[in-house]
């Protein structure tokens, strides 16, 4: 009985987490055009990239995922995923 109670339990937490949106990561473009700028504002703002100088949209999303506006020492300058052509 016990045991089935754990293992019940268990499963519940692991369905619990696996149900957590995760943060957004960094799109570098700061303004765009076209499809891609109708397919940003088709996004929710809390499912939408952060992007350089969207101060709103970025401390929106903040609030919601970290619990602060503020940004973390490590996300002013994040690392650089993206290569330049």
């Given at each position: 009985?016990?045991?089935?109670?754990?293992?019940?339990?268990?499963?519940?937490?692991?369905m619990a987490m696996s149900g957590e949106a995760r943060e957004p990561g960094w799109d570098w473009r700061v303004v765009t055009f076209g499809d891609q700028r109708e397919k940003i504002q088709d996004?929710?703002?809390?499912?939408?990239d952060y992007r350089p100088l969207h101060f709103y949209g970025n401390t929106v999303r903040r609030m919601h995922y970290r619990g602060?506006?503020?940004?973390?020492?490590?996300s002013v300058v994040p690392?650089?995923?993206r290569t330049n052509r």
């Open positions: 009985m016990v045991r089935s109670f754990l293992i019940t339990g268990l499963f519940v937490c692991v996004t929710p703002i809390l499912e939408r602060s506006p503020l940004p973390l020492p490590k690392p650089r995923t």
